[in-house]
């Protein structure tokens, strides 16, 4: 039996639909189950209105802000927040929430636990400063051995004092939802029609924000060359993601699209509220980031989807994605080895594919199912707690 009631505040900028609020969220909901009073801080976003109001209680900060007067702000209120709820746990997603966490931890003598979610890159010592906010916690979780690495590398001298800690902890997905077997054939269908898809046509999805990044031109490039090739499939491509603004870059794709006489192949959709509906349509799915990925969510939720994924060989893909048998790997920044990659999964047939999708779900449930990253967070809690 614990001797201390554990009481976990999780402070996040927004609660969107990105990895790092999805885990944020998940966690939240599985720690009363555990018998641990749960609290988030955070400034809004669309899966707030799905939080279970009776297990999570929510405060509202500004806490998404930069701004140094709005994290003094911050730090005063989250002080109280501590105080009042006698949280014993406080758990920062993000750098500029995490100093207001920091300030508040070390006044009010409460643990202090940051997940490091992205490589955060600096130019500049000041950009590094305040990078470093991260791994000046008690515990620091890495979301893959990439991103371990990454820390040690470049915080390595923060952990020279043996009372910080760090260690990995894999992202985890919910493969209840991330089912194949849970979808109804008729949201497939309506997904469709409502975006004209023609299912009867090999259907190549590339899901992620519009940014470019995210490598939208690359795969653009990869399918023109896919276009000239002979003996393949009929197929249609879908670049489903949100511009968030960036209307210039949305343009530019638009316009190589039209330039590639590409019109009738690629599909823009900005948004899917069932991402496994989106998932459900797919014969193959792409992941073409430039730049590393912390984690590489969509190579992961592919394979729980059972639906054979490429990814660039860069980040956390080459970590989630078992080469050759739950997925495939192409040069980054290559978009002939991209296209070639393609082509080659085009031309299998229906059981080779089925195979690659049977062994992509058992390596997410073995690795990455949501419930072994919140109880293995659970157990560095009691932990925690359990040295203070």
């Known amino acids: 039996m614990m001797k201390k009631k554990i009481k976990v505040l999780q402070v996040i900028p927004k609660l969107g639909y990105g990895g790092a609020e999805t885990g944020c969220y998940d966690l939240a909901h599985f720690l009363p189950e555990k018998g641990v009073k749960s609290f988030i801080v955070t400034s809004g976003g669309e899966l707030l209105k ?15 802000s930069k701004n140094p007067a709005l994290i003094l702000f911050n730090t005063i209120l989250i002080f109280f927040i501590i105080l009042i709820y006698n949280i014993n746990i406080v758990h920062a997603r993000s750098r500029a929430p995490a100093w207001s966490c920091f300030f508040a931890t070390k006044l009010t003598f409460r643990k202090f636990v940051t997940t490091f979610h992205g490589t955060y890159n600096f130019s500049n010592k000041i950009k590094k400063f305040y990078n470093s906010i991260m791994v000046r916690s008690d515990l620091v979780i890495a979301g893959s051995n990439f991103i371990f690495s990454h820390i040690n590398e470049n915080y390595g001298n923060f952990f020279s004092n ?40 090999f259907i190549i999805l590339l899901p992620g924000r519009l940014t470019y990044w995210k490598g939208q031109k690359i795969f653009i490039e990869a399918i023109k060359l896919v276009s000239e090739k002979k003996e393949i499939p009929s197929f249609e491509t879908i670049i489903l993601g949100s511009d968030q603004g960036r209307n210039v870059y ?12 590409l019109n009738k192949i690629v599909k823009f959709i900005d948004h899917c509220e069932e991402m496994p509906v989106a998932y459900g349509i797919a014969n193959l799915v792409c992941s073409c980031s430039y730049e590393p990925e912390a984690f590489g969510r969509v190579s992961v939720e592919a394979q729980s989807m059972q639906v054979p994924v490429i990814a660039s060989d860069i980040g956390g893909s080459r970590e989630t994605i078992i080469k050759d048998k739950t997925g495939y790997l192409f040069k980054n920044k290559d978009p002939i080895a991209l296209a070639n990659s393609i082509v080659d999964v085009m031309k299998k047939d229906y059981n080779s594919l089925k195979s690659i999708g049977i062994e992509g779900r058992k390596n997410v449930l073995k690795k990455f199912d949501v419930d072994k990253m919140c109880q293995s967070t659970f157990t560095e809690y009691k932990k925690l707690i359990e040295l203070s």
């Open 250 to 261: 949305k343009k530019q794709l638009l316009v190589l699209v039209q330039q590639y006489r």
């Open 50 to 64: 799905f939080i279970d109001k009776k297990k999570v209680k929510i405060f509202r900060l500004p806490v998404q």
């Open 162 to 201: 043996n009372k910080r800690k760090l260690l990995v902890i894999f992202r985890g997905i919910n493969t209840n939802y991330y089912n194949h077997q849970k979808i109804l054939p008729i949201k497939l269908d309506k997904f469709s029609k409502q975006n004209n898809i023609d299912r009867n046509k």
